[in-house]
């Protein structure tokens, strides 16, 4: 491989950025370091097409310990404690390898979060596949559910919240997208800056060999019809005993001191941790390859650099200290090894049995040029905002559609394959209320809230409301468990952004999420961003997807989506009259993905948010589920077969009757309370400006709609919650 | 009293089990490494949940191999009280201390779920206080948690009384809708032939705070200190005693049969 010519695009590089290498160097770069370019310029570790979007992201807070830049946020909750957190996406290697790419995407976002040194807690997993009645996309959702759970599972990390999203629009593509949320104290925040020339650089872990070598510039590259074949030597394996070795090991090494930065080996392995670390720190850095504890003879240097072996970190470590670093990974079963030291000149050396084969600025490989792409509203957009006449249809047979479609039914057989309960802090598990809620026994009686939200469909019809509303809907989950948000981190996933229109998509996305975030004040504190995912059909649907993290005072006082008692009044509160632009309703009853979806007005969220927030935290509500998917009357159904109590509810008025039902917009609530704290709902809600409708009372083992705005007119739905729970229970049937 | 939990490499709830006997119980904890010899100056042990060696080869299988099991084999021989959750029960079996195997969940799939189960014999320091029949909601989490002993075994061990747990409804019916893995008759937990080495499927650690939804698991560990602490110090003629034991004051011409001694 090292003969002298080696075209650029070979590593996926353009001309003008092999002139640019050429610039930085003032020389040709050697094939070797033209292959460490070819990596860290790619879109995954580069992020040369979306760094200038990004800086849009506000992350300000008075929380904020740690943005973006390193490898995880890092928020405090208070108590000398602090959450760390991120979320990144695993698209490519899951369609290529299901079970292994969705693995290791739970490997390398934990390994993030714990390069923060904190501890992780909790698994947060947002899926979207093509229709689960093509034999193609449900085999890639089995293999992907399957190998999230054999990876968080055995590293004893409670997967405890998560989506499942089927649509024609990710076939062949579908989205994996993890978060990991991490516990550590102010004092252990754990950084990824080299420094102090004389330290050593050590290599822990598993060993490297030869897999996953160029995995980063294939994350960057569209997906053809042989990338199954072809491109299974670019998936990783995981290995998920050496991660929680790792895991164990490592926190016990930042604890006993002497360990001056940590980074986690991911996309371009050895290569990307030694320039970012050098490059953060102003420092250059030796790397001696023989050192590398390496899985097999007779490995070429390319191989060692590149490969993207998983279960490994990169730790600077002060000199003295390097043996009992060493000695506590062998407690652990795993290796340490000095690879190399911290140098004062800024350059990357790396030599083999002492001959130099690469000396690199480390900002000039680190530092990916920024490109600034064409940006063009799609040409269709705006003939989409009209919305068709929709028949009427059977409301009983919608509801039940509506019911069983993935996004909307109960996610029970997923998230059973997922042990949501280890590390016991799960105190609202999966599926039992709005977002999943964790106890901090550190910090008693206060909790953690998370939920992950997103929504193609939205996002595709306009991309600044959709993001908008995404975020919207994150902290509408939150209110229902009665946590206030703290912060979000976000997984962005889009096609091609070298097309005009999936750039024009893509910015107004982050501007929606931007904007979203300053009204809120919610920080960004980090994300990842992932392009290129396009098939054979075309781009995926644009999804931002947001992981939110709340924070509550009373893990006791929290709330579940179901109804609670028979005889408790049932409510809505809202902000915002219902539509049937771009709802659920249209699309999975009518095929049709149509209409301009409505804005959310982000200050009567608020302070539909604080009536909700405080009314949980009050202990007044016996179920608390925002509007979602289906509108008020899928809201109502689940909260009855949730609870196993029927209802009987009077829906406002609309200008139609699926509107009335079926319609959705952001801000609305359905809850339920004992009739005793009506009052005080009500003089709460009227404080702040908020409407509340009383819809009716819980009891029975039916569910009644009527959708006139008038029981009189007889009930529009009227079904034993036997049947309406088969429906949501459909994917029982189908992973 | 003084707690010994075991940590294989990627055992994963050492910390879990910790918590509970430590924090929410008040008893001494000794985290025991892998590598331990010796188990001296420990009550009683729990071979805590997890995925430990990775479960590679066979769930248990690496582990039941580990030094600290010499200990574990040693300890229960004298009466030791022993306690194996989850992937603990399957090092167990594993290792011979307790009869039968564990195959895939016959839906072969992890499941994490909450379950019942019904006590079926009060003859273990980790049941002597409960009573038979008793119903107990505690969550599980396994991929390898259906329980197999060939017809033989199966009858010697019921007939012996070491069928500890079985899967039942909210109302403690046997039932197979009530059985999450597929295990034969429902056996969620075992017993050795001497009653003190007990293993079970279920998490009685994630059941021991209101909080968490359920307290019935810690009915096991507050069964085992009231039992060890009783069997320590109790006066013979007491009914703490008698409970500790299983011994009425009329069978005191013998000494107490210690957990773990074999009958001539």
Redesign the interface.
Known sequence: MTTATLAPESVGLTRDEYEEIRRRLGRDPSPLELRMFGVMWSEHCGYKHSKVTLELLPAESPRLLQGPGENAGVLDIGGGWAVAFKMESHNHPSAVDPFNGAATGVGGIIRDVLSMGARPIALVDSLRFGPLDDPTSRRQAAGIIAGIAAYGNCVGIPTVAGELVAHPGYRGTPLVNVACVGLLRHGDVARSRAAGPGNAVMLVGARTGRDGIGGAAFASAELDTGSEREDRASVQIGDPFAGKLLIEATLDALRAGGVIAVQDLGAAGLTCATSEMAARGGMGMRLELERVPVREEGMRPDEILLSESQERMLLIVAPGATERVAEIYRRWGLRAAVVGDVVAAPSLTVHSGGTPLVSLPPYALAEAPVHRPAAREPATLRARWTMPDLPMVDPAAALRTLLSTPAVAHKRAVYEQYDHMVQIRTVVVPGAGDAAVLRLPELSPRGLALVADGDGRLADLDPYRGARRAVAEAAANLACVGAAPLGLTDCLNFGNPEHPEVFWTFRQAVTGIADACRAMRIPVVGGNVSFYNESPDGPVLPTPVITMVGLLEDVSRTCGAGFREAEDIIVLISAADPDLAASSYASAVHGIEAGRPADVDLDAHQRVLAVVREAVARGWLSSAHDCSDGGAAVAVTESAILGTIGADVTLPAAARTDAALFGEAPSRFILSLPEDRLSDLQALAAVHGVPVAILGRTGGDRLRIAATGQREQGWTIDLALDELSRAYESLADIL | MRFGVVIF??S??D??CV??LR?VLGQEVEEVWYEERSLDGLDAVVLP???A????LRAGAVAARAPVMTAVRAFAQVGGAVLGICNGFQILLEAGLLPGAMLRNAVL?????TVHVRVESTQTPFTRTLREGHVLQM?I?H?EGNYFAPGSLLSTIEEAGQVVFRYCDADGRVTSDANPNGSVRNVAGVCNPAGNVVGLMP?P??AS?E???SRDGRLLFESVITTVIARREAPKQSRLYEIATGLRPSQQGRSPRPFGARDD
């Open positions: 490499p990627a994963n709830c910390r879990d918590h509970v924090a949940g997890g995925f060696y990775g479960d590679y799939r992890f499941r994490c779920t969550p989490a991929g998490h650690e994630r705070e909080v968490l939804g």
